[in-house]
């Protein structure tokens, strides 16, 4: 099953413009069932025992193709679980993004999540707060197509006043309505009296923006324009443009030039509500999707892996990915924190579904990386499966 699934990983390669320089590391085979797993103390492990599927995202530290006996290969011999295994060398999250689209099922989705992601982005651009802004979006959409109830296209509202352009807009794979059949995102271009109404019930709804705190903009890119958000008649928000100078990754690693910004409006009275999106100021205007967030006790979980320090020699190794630092890495970690906080602030139940691992607890930075100090070697990988072993009950 698993090599089958190699193969198939390899397959896509072509698809995601992987980078394929890289030498791929000799193959050390370590069996998990001899490696001591240490008692999680008084942290519950997390349930992946509903399912017997999960979805890895992340880059070479992960990739099979990169290294076939990796820490998830490990993870796989050891548990129950069917790895469809997304990570491929050199990605950083705006692809993590890409494949959840592409790969989940649209709602109610019900395979496992580990992702460990970041790592790249981070060694790239720095801790800048583009990058930030980036990785909390980032993971805000992974955690938000994991947990989705019901989901449309923006192009589908029920009710629409004035003048749109197109209501069938195709956006790239960064976006979940690019997945869609039939109507797809909205654009704009006018102000005056234009609106888009959608129709939805429970306590919360979500609006997947684009250009609006958008991480990823090329410098030829002009900011798209905003929309003002009413629940039930009321204003509750206007997200405000944000525009990065220049694309902080490389074309490799991302095509995208937009990348989604996604906000959740929790603690509504449940029942029947309205949302009307309004444009406001000059220029473009699209939409991505709207959607509302499953009861937590109706999702499957997601364990997400936190950035790795690396030592001081290994932060500059390489001159085209030499930004990171330990206080870098820190802040992105905290961007993550900060996802999952959120989801928990919307209802502490989802604080059962999302595992942070704080990689660097089990991670030796000074014993377990390669010569190359960029890759973990064989006593790095058995820590890193020792990281899902303590925290995952399989």
Known sequence: MIRNLVAFICSMTVLYGCNKSFETLPVATINAENISIRSPGSAKKIDFTDNNATIVFGDSWSDYDFNADNYIKMFADSSSQVIFNKAEIGLGSANMVAKAFELMSPTHNRTNIIALSGFNDVRISGATT??????????????????????????????????????????????????????????????????????????NVGVSFVGQDTTAIEFYDQPHGSWRVLIDGVVIDTPAIHQQAQGHIPGYMAMQRIFPYIKVYAGLSDGNHVLRLEPIESGKKFLDFVFTLRDPSLVSPVVIMKVPYMTEAGYGIDPQADKASDAAVDLVNQAITDVRDMFISFDPGYSKKIRLINTSEYFDRNTDYLPDLIHPNASGKINLYKALANNISF
């Open 130 to 203: 583009e990058l930030i802004n980036f990785e909390r979006n980032a993971f805000t959409a992974l955690l938000v197509n994991q947990f989705i109830d019901t989901w449309k296209p923006a192009g589908q509202p029920d009710r629409t006043g004035g003048t749109f352009i197109s209501f069938d807009y195709s956006l790239t794979g960064h976006f979940k309505s690019h997945y869609t059949t039939g109507r797809k995102a909205a654009y704009t271009s006018s102000v005056n009296d234009v609106y888009l109404e959608y129709d939805f019930k429970g306590t």
